[in-house]
């Protein structure tokens, strides 16, 4: 998302649906600007999704099943470890098939 107005830069955006039957449905999200300085991140890092996530989890107190998509981020090493230590968490990621 491009930001527009004084200076310049970004805007990137996580977001997710929390869906529990019997309860109404929630969104949470993270946001991070991004300035444009000189050796700035120019992404949202592997922590930055998973906060959301163990927000999420505090709130409905139950397993977490999540589908992500193929972002590199999502499918980093970095993130195996923070996945792999959350026994509450399922991760699928989707295929990207092309025809």
């Keep these: 998302m491009k930001v527009n107005g004084r200076g ?3 805007v ?4 997710l649906i929390a869906m ?3 309860s109404r449905t929630r969104l949470r999200h993270r946001l ?3 300035a444009g300085r000189k050796g700035e991140r120019r992404s949202l890092s592997e922590r930055d999704y998973i906060a959301p996530v163990d927000g999420v ?10 589908v992500w998509d193929r972002l590199n981020t999502h499918v980093s090493h970095k993130m ?8 509450w968490l399922t991760v699928f990621t989707l295929l990207s098939e092309y025809t």
């Design 32 to 34: 991070r600007r991004h």
């Design 57 to 66: 989890h505090q709130l409905v107190k139950a397993p977490i099943v999540l």
């Design 20 to 22: 529990r039957p019997g």
């Design 8 to 10: 310049s830069g970004w």
């Design 12 to 15: 990137s955006v996580a977001g």
């Design 80 to 87: 195996r470890d923070p996945i792999d230590a959350r026994g």
